[in-house]
């Protein structure tokens, strides 16, 4: 049975939720990173009391946010992070398995974001890919005149300008991918934290069983791989871009079906856990073993490299 929590220790996620926000506005770097995590006490609330206390909380984190900092960032937040948090906390209570409670607030969360984002910004005579693509364009700007004021080589600087705007562009196109890259990593961070304090102070009840060294995707997301794949380089303007972000979203969770099998070859080894540290360190610093850990979750659903998929009953 859970015990209730008492009044002065439910104002502790709101104080955590408020520390966090401002943690972003003072210092971008440092909040965007914790700020990630700011679901975690709304939803550790919302499991612990109930859909009524957890609803009034989120309630109350925003009220008190629009009134602090204004009605944008307040909608921010609840689209960002308050919505993600109702989800994953009713999943959860549901017990849902838990790819299914990451896949679906994050998308909902993404979905409502972008939507969010349009709306917020056709009040500025500006689509949401311009907007991008101007706040990349300053970026690379203001790196550009660092260059040339090193005294850096006039045709290096021009070469890197000419790229910088292709990158601009590039990333402009593909923002709906970015936001909902960004959804899914901050729910499975969410998803992966709460159960992990959930289990270690009540037990698992709540939580399926299941370890990720064995989960895989739905066999079908290879379509959507393939259809991305010959959109972006065969298509031109909406298809191409269409393609662009499907397939960047389905490249991420390739990749994190490709961990899941290094995962599994590690624990099958009994590989220390110093050497698991430096493996991952690599991964993520080298493009290419990037490309080869989501090229490993593609082709697993051929290869079966973990002989997880059972073979159908011959009659």
């Known amino acids: ?14 104080v955590l939720v408020f520390a966090v926000f401002f943690a972003l506005m003072v210092f971008p770097p440092l909040g965007a ?30 009220v008190v946010l629009l ?36 896949a679906i607030s994050a998308l909902v ?22 907007f991008f693509e101007g706040q990349m364009r ?20 021009a070469d890197m300008k000419a790229f910088a705007e292709r990158t601009a562009e590039g990333f402009a196109a593909s923002y709906p991918a970015f936001l909902l890259i960004g959804s899914l990593i901050g729910s499975a961070a969410n998803y992966a934290l709460i159960r992990i ?46 393609g662009l972000n499907v397939f960047l979203v389905v490249l991420v969770i390739y990749f994190v079906q490709g961990l899941s099998i290094v995962v599994h070859f590690l624990k099958a080894r009994n590989v220390q856990v110093f050497f698991w540290f430096v493996l991952f360190i690599l991964i993520f610093v080298q493009p290419l073993l990037i490309g080869l850990v989501a090229g490993l979750g593609v082709f697993d659903i051929w290869a079966d490299f973990r002989k997880l998929r059972k073979a159908p009953d011959i009659q």
């Not at 609330?45 to 109350?60: D, N, P, S």
């Not at 300053?138 to 600087?157: D, L, P, T, Y």
């Not at 304090?197 to 959507?224: D, H, K, M, Q, V």
């Open 1 to 14: 049975m859970v015990e209730p929590l008492q009044p002065k220790n439910l104002l502790i996620p709101v």
């Open 33 to 62: 990173l914790i700020g990630v995590l700011s679901p975690f006490p709304l939803v550790f609330v919302y499991l612990q009391r109930g859909r009524q206390a957890g609803i009034a909380l989120f309630a109350l984190v925003f």
């Open 67 to 102: 009134l602090l900092v204004g009605a944008t960032q307040a909608m921010l937040f609840l689209a960002e992070y308050a919505l993600m948090a109702l989800l994953l906390g009713e999943m959860i209570r549901i017990q849902l398995p838990g790819d299914r409670c990451i």
């Open 109 to 130: 969360s993404g979905l409502v974001s972008i939507v969010l984002l349009v709306l917020l910004l056709g009040d500025q005579d500006t689509s949401v890919k311009e």
């Open 138 to 157: 300053a970026h690379f700007s203001q790196s550009m005149e660092a260059f040339e004021s090193m005294g850096e080589n006039k045709a290096e600087v």
């Open 197 to 242: 304090a959930w289990t270690r102070l009540y037990g698992p009840g709540l939580f399926s069983g299941g370890a990720f060294s064995e989960w895989f995707c739905s066999e079908n997301l290879i379509w959507g791989f393939i259809l991305s794949s010959a959109a972006l380089f065969l298509g031109q303007g909406m298809v191409a871009d269409a």
